[in-house]
């Protein structure tokens, strides 16, 4: 008989929450802070692959790898050895006041993935909030201008730099008071509602007419903004992928004007999409890339990647005390190679296969409205009619809470999508546990209309 961790699929053996995980959640009511999110409870205990074992013996098959975090899987052998090896050598003392060799191993490895025969400078951050931050930074100090745009739907943190450029969901704001100044926000390509009525590769041209025809023209002279910054696949808005030719010709706009191209990869990058970059798909080449949660399978890290030209800031412009933490970089450096010679090709194949299984969703379930993405980042948008759209927050809900109880987890993302982030080591196996899976939820689902 297998342990639970050694099985590739969920057991369950109590009902959900169990015994252990209701006395858990109890002291969470009472200690922790009530502004954390939580979809169902959870309440983890160990890991290994793509499975997560709780507190009473329940085994998940994990499809959403700690918010796109396990990028290898949860405990990768490889990572962990590199984890406990440097924590025997070396945990702390500070990358800003002395030196570590792994740091620029590191961030020539990086800057070795990034697209353009420029050489890359790289500064290590402990999230993907603190990138954005330095980033909002580093463009106002390279340009000597200080506006930003940015795009409805967009997550870029939560903090008051990174919460200035986020338009996601208004609670994130609410409560806050004034946020930075000189920031403006303009519509994302979203296809799938596109009020124009053009396609998955064609979405947006009116967008670029509106930044160049109206808000460069009425609200910010071009030469006063330091910096345009859009995912390339928005992630907490909903998996919705920008088109190629909408990357392209913002980066066109960018040159131009002397305008920072900044393209947020938190949660797009570190090969999640079959690539080590989502905005590779595009061919475009950033001026700073913010990157974090898949880069180190789990430990705190993140890092600014820009071209040399744009990362010239004086020593004491910009620091941090963790940042660069030698742990982290031990397990990064385990997880780019891991990565580069089996994870990111794994994630094109599972991602077509995926896709190729979800092709006839639409036609099958009357709830799924649309399917997209990228590799291991995949969209579900679940409606009430498919005729008119009607988000169905309520339906997509149920079916994340159905799924957790069939042993599968999954989140929700935007108003009414449900994401699929699994770690990129997911086999054949686990995916067609989760599609059969999902396609019981939405089964169930749609009794509910």
Known sequence: MPTTLEVKTPRLVTALPGPNAKRVLEQDAKFMSPSYTRDYPLVAKRGHGAIVEDVDGNAFLDFAAGIAVCSTGHCHPKVVAAIQK?????????????????????????????????NKKVFFTNSGTEAIEGAIKLARYTTKRDKFIAFYGCFHGRSM??????????TQRKGFGALLSGIEHIPYPYAYRCAHGHTAETCGAEILEQLEGQIFKRLFDPEDVAGIIIEPIQGEGGYVPAPKFFLQELQRICRQHGIMFIVDEVQS?????????????????????????GIASGMPLGAIVARESVMRWKPGAHGTTFGGNPVCIAAALATMELIENEYKENARRMGDYLFGRMADWTKNFKIV??????GLMIGIEIVRDQRTKEQAADLRNAIVDLAFHKGLLVLGAGENTIRLSPPLLIDQEQADFALRTLEDCFREAEKKI
Do not use: N
């Not at 730099?161 to 208004?170: F, N, P, R």
């Open 86 to 118: 440097q924590a025997t050598e070396l945990i702390h003392m500070s990358g800003t006041d002395f030196y570590y060799e792994s740091m620029p191993q590191l961030a020539e490895r990086l800057g070795r993935t990034m697209p353009g025969a420029e």
């Open 161 to 170: 730099g990174a919460l200035s450029l986020t338009a996601s969901k208004s």
């Open 269 to 293: 990058g570190m090969g999640r999409t079959g690539k080590w970059w989502a905005s590779e798909h595009a061919g475009i080449e950033p001026d700073i890339l913010c990157c974090a949660k």
């Open 369 to 374: 409205g649309d399917v997209r993405g990228r």
